[in-house]
């Protein structure tokens, strides 16, 4: 399969690939969620080039994760806010984040931690069942084909 087909893919992996399977796509939605709204702001943290990141913003706007909202007049300047798709990604970051903690972080710890503002305490991700609630780890899921199959 080739990159380009990734997006028409019956594989909502490879679909979902195709829009923030990069590594630099993934650098500005974290740091969306962290806040950062500027083309200005993404580039200093990111300390990458200037097209690679006007390429990113295009494509998350495009695919609808980000959307431009002007917050300048003169000259026209523009913020970059998550969507409700874009918000749609916030347990895809936890997760990811968690995995990084629980293999990476090392005897020092997460650099990073996460608070639940409901109850004021600290937490880690945890997959739940939709239907019975209980924790669902790789060994209790069972695939079979879907309707879009």
């Given at each position: 399969m080739r990159w380009n087909d990734l997006a028409d893919a019956r594989c909502s992996v490879a679909?979902?690939?195709a829009v923030i399977g990069d590594r630099w796509t993934l650098m500005i939605v974290r740091d969306s969620f962290l806040g950062v709204r500027r083309f200005e702001d993404f580039e200093r943290r990111l300390g990458i080039s200037r097209s690679i990141i006007a390429d990113r913003l295009k494509r998350l706007v495009e695919a609808g994760v980000l959307?431009?909202?002007?917050y300048q007049?003169?000259?026209v300047r523009h913020e970059y806010r998550?969507?409700?798709?874009?918000?749609?990604?916030?347990?895809?970051i936890l997760a990811i984040v968690h995995w990084g903690d629980v293999q990476f972080?090392?005897?020092a710890g997460p650099?990073?931690?996460h608070r639940h503002k409901a109850c004021d305490c600290d937490f880690t991700p945890v997959t739940t069942c939709s239907a019975c609630g209980e924790p669902v780890t790789a060994r209790d899921v069972e695939v079979?084909?879907?309707p879009g199959m």
């Open positions: 679909r979902s690939v959307r431009r909202e002007i007049d003169r000259p998550l969507t409700e798709r874009g918000l749609a990604l916030h347990p895809v972080a090392g005897e650099p990073m931690l079979r084909p879907g």
